[in-house]
């Protein structure tokens, strides 16, 4: 489980990548959670709001690494544009209504996320992808 999870915008994955060792705070806007799986969690909720199934994204290698070792250190992933574009777009009610499916399914396996801190993260992380499309950027993730 991630200690450090920060969504942030960059314009390309090279600039994400120059983020890897130090993380994006201070290059970036940012958004900064912790103790979740941010790459499972974008695949449920790419699952959630864009109605893929998870198994497909799974097979398209969804998210896609930019940077670093997924097995030890930092990563660097992009959020895929189909997720981002969800989520620029999203009505608060479908953001909500995803927050709560979410904190469900995390419960499912075992893994406690309150409802409202779900929505946070969600409304969060929407308003940063509509954010990042409005400069013609890419919302990625950098985890420790």
């Given at each position: 489980?991630?200690?450090?999870?920060?969504?942030?915008?960059?314009?390309?994955?090279?600039?994400?990548?120059?983020?890897?060792?130090?993380?994006?705070?201070?290059a970036?806007?940012?958004?900064?959670?912790?103790?979740?799986?941010?790459?499972?969690?974008?695949?449920?909720?790419?699952?959630?709001?864009?109605?893929?199934?998870?198994?497909?994204?799974?097979?398209?290698?969804?998210?896609?690494?930019?940077?670093?070792?997924?097995?030890?250190?930092?990563?660097?992933?992009?959020?895929s544009?189909?997720?981002?574009?969800?989520?620029?777009?999203?009505?608060?009610s479908e953001?909500?209504?995803?927050?709560?499916?979410?904190?469900?399914?995390?419960?499912?396996?075992g893994?406690?996320?309150?409802?409202?801190?779900?929505?946070?993260?969600?409304?969060?992380?929407?308003?940063?992808?509509?954010?990042?499309?409005?400069?013609?950027?890419?919302?990625?993730?950098?985890?420790?």
């Open positions: 489980m991630s200690i450090i999870v920060e969504f942030f915008a960059a314009p390309d994955d090279a600039s994400a990548a120059l983020v890897l060792q130090t993380g994006p705070r201070r970036f806007e940012s958004l900064s959670f912790g103790n979740f799986d941010p790459e499972e969690a974008v695949v449920e909720w790419e699952c959630l709001f864009a109605d893929v199934s998870f198994e497909q994204l799974v097979e398209a290698d969804e998210p896609r690494l930019v940077a670093g070792q997924d097995d030890d250190g930092c990563v660097v992933f992009a959020v544009p189909r997720l981002s574009a969800a989520l620029a777009e999203a009505e608060r953001v909500k209504d995803a927050a709560v499916a979410w904190s469900f399914q995390r419960a499912e396996d893994e406690a996320i309150d409802p409202e801190i779900a929505e946070v993260i969600l409304s969060d992380l929407a308003a940063l992808a509509g954010s990042a499309r409005r400069q013609d950027q890419n919302v990625y993730c950098w985890f420790a």
